[in-house]
């Protein structure tokens, strides 16, 4: 779905935004959603055409970490 190394090869701002994540622990291996009635069951969405499949009927919950602040 994202492409941080083509993002961080063109750009000082998002190289920088990249690699805190990375320190972090923050950068998955896609995007992790669930859907509200089931929030525990979270999948990694990698390619864009797995989200219909996923979750046919659209409804998905973006479980993003919490970050620190």
Same mark, same amino acid.
């Given at each position: 779905?994202?492409?941080?190394?083509?993002?961080? #090869?063109?750009?000082?701002?998002?190289?920088?935004?990249?690699?805190?994540?990375?320190?972090?622990?923050?950068?998955?291996?896609?995007l =992790?959603?669930?859907?509200? #009635?089931? =929030?525990?069951?979270?999948?990694?969405?990698?390619?864009?055409?797995?989200?219909?499949?996923? #979750?046919?009927?659209?409804?998905?919950?973006? #479980?993003?970490?919490?970050?620190?602040?």
């Amino acid at each position: 779905m994202g492409n941080a190394e083509l993002l961080s #090869s063109r750009s000082e701002m998002w190289r920088t935004i990249i690699e805190d994540l990375r320190e972090a622990g923050r950068l998955g291996p896609g995007l =992790p959603i669930s859907c509200y #009635s089931h =929030p525990d069951y979270i999948q990694y969405i990698t390619e864009p055409e797995m989200i219909p499949l996923v #979750s046919p009927d659209g409804e998905v919950l973006l #479980s993003l970490a919490t970050i620190d602040c």
